[in-house]
């Protein structure tokens, strides 16, 4: 992409032995405050000798306002896939269900709840046992 060139790279720290991976620099651009920050700053230190062309120019804003889209379908799609988790979760009241436990050992009761959490990940009462939804294997 051309509006990348004359910008130094992203810099890793030598030496350590930290266990967590660097940042990806296309996730650090998916914000579309990073990329409009990277935009002006082209803008601003571009050279007058020889600017930025219309083309180019238009080309980046084009890809800023993909970039926003993306960002919004992200945000809806996740929505949206917790509300069917929800939906899927309260339907599932008063039936039995079979659930594979971290422990390793299956559970198998009757669903008498649905607690939401913060993040709206649902989780089942299952005989007094609370379940994930994600470890339910069978419903009957």
């Not at 709840?113 to 007094?128: D, K």
């Amino acid at each position: 992409m051309t509006f990348l060139s004359g910008t130094s790279g992203v810099s890793s720290s030598s030496g350590s032995t930290n266990s967590t991976n660097p940042p990806n620099p296309i996730q650090q651009l998916a914000s579309s405050n990073s990329f409009l920050q990277l935009l002006v700053a082209q803008l601003k230190y571009q050279n007058p000798l020889n600017p930025v062309s219309g083309t180019q120019f238009i080309s980046q804003t084009a890809q800023l306002s993909e970039v926003e889209m993306v960002q919004q379908m992200s945000t809806e799609m996740a929505a949206e896939q917790a509300a069917v988790q929800t939906a899927t979760a309260t339907s599932l009241i008063g039936k039995t269900v079979t659930a594979n436990l971290q422990s390793g050992s299956t559970l198998t009761g009757t669903v008498s709840a649905v607690e939401l959490s913060s993040t709206g990940t649902p989780t089942l009462t299952v005989s007094g046992t609370q379940v994930p939804l994600s470890e339910v294997t069978k419903v009957t």
